[in-house]
């Protein structure tokens, strides 16, 4: 039953999340052999999805035969995904108390969620009572070049917010965090690059993508605006128009702690 009432700054995302943070098709596929290659998982397995989304990345683990469970908290980004998904199960549901039996799942995934939540630690713990002894909790996440567009302009609007909402913008700090607190307690944690593939960057398609982030959409109005202002010009000096292209690889990442 949608609970309409647990709302998430990442409904007014939903219809835009797949254009404006989309992934090479390849990749998801990528994501999922690099788990089994790690855990020695040789068939289809049961894999519990928190913070699924638009299925961006669960969609692989549906087509290769998996019985797919993903929980959101989102209503709307569950339903993106629901467009076109069958064999799988889908819930609105909260990482921090996930209606599921204990050790029921052999891979228990948390892709592009940790950074953006504070409630990390019930997420944690909630991922490790449900996972089987010899089951996994992967962390994964999108990486950026250093020296990458993206890169400098995260940088710069982490200033930016700083300087006008007296605060300091956690962006990277609930995913350190919770990845320490795995590491402490797993059997066995393995780092992996899972692909990369090549884009070409423009600072407009940060600021477009920004306008939805769901950090970003929790601060007051007024603060978004004067922010995105501030970092269009800065942007405009620094790499002389907003849509100057930039070829960049980019990576996905994962960490796969065996329990
Ligand atoms: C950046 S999106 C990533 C979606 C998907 N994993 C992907 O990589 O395409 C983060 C998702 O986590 C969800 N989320 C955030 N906090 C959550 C929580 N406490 N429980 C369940 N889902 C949560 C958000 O609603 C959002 O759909």
């Not at 009432?5 to 052999?33: C, G, K, Y």
């Not at 519990?48 to 035969?65: M, N, P």
């Not at 799988?88 to 039996?101: E, W």
Request: hydrophobic letters at 45%.
């Amino acid at each position: 039953m949608p609970d309409q009432t647990m709302s998430s700054t990442f409904d007014s995302a939903a219809s835009t999340f797949e254009h404006q943070r989309s992934l090479p098709r390849e990749v998801p596929e990528a994501i999922r052999a690099a788990i089994w290659s790690i855990t020695g998982l040789s068939g289809p397995a049961r894999v519990l999805d928190i913070g699924a989304g638009t299925g961006r990345i669960g969609r692989a683990f549906v087509a290769a035969g998996d019985s797919y469970f993903g929980v959101d908290t989102s209503l709307a980004m569950l339903q993106e995904f629901s467009i076109d998904a069958v064999n799988c199960t889908l819930t609105q549901a909260d990482g921090n108390h996930l209606p599921f039996s204990d050790r029921s799942f052999d891979v228990v995934l948390l892709m592009q969620v940790l950074s953006g939540v504070d409630d990390w630690t019930g997420i944690l713990d909630e991922a490790r009572r449900v996972v089987r002894v010899g089951g996994c909790v992967v962390v994964g996440r999108s990486s950026n070049p250093e020296w990458g567009v993206d890169t400098q302009l995260k940088k710069q609007l982490k200033h930016i917010l700083e300087d006008i909402h007296l605060a300091p913008f956690p962006t990277e700090q609930s995913r350190r965090q919770a990845m320490a607190l795995l590491e402490s307690l797993a059997a066995r944690h393995t780092h992996a690059v899972a692909a990369s593939w090549h884009v070409l960057a423009t600072p407009n398609a940060f600021l477009l993508r920004h306008r939805t982030g769901a950090r970003f959409v929790a601060l007051p109005p007024n603060i978004q605006k004067q922010a995105l202002e501030k970092l269009g010009a800065w942007a405009e000096s620094t790499f002389g128009s907003l849509d100057a292209e930039f070829a960049e690889t980019r990576s996905f990442e994962i960490d796969v702690y065996e329990f």
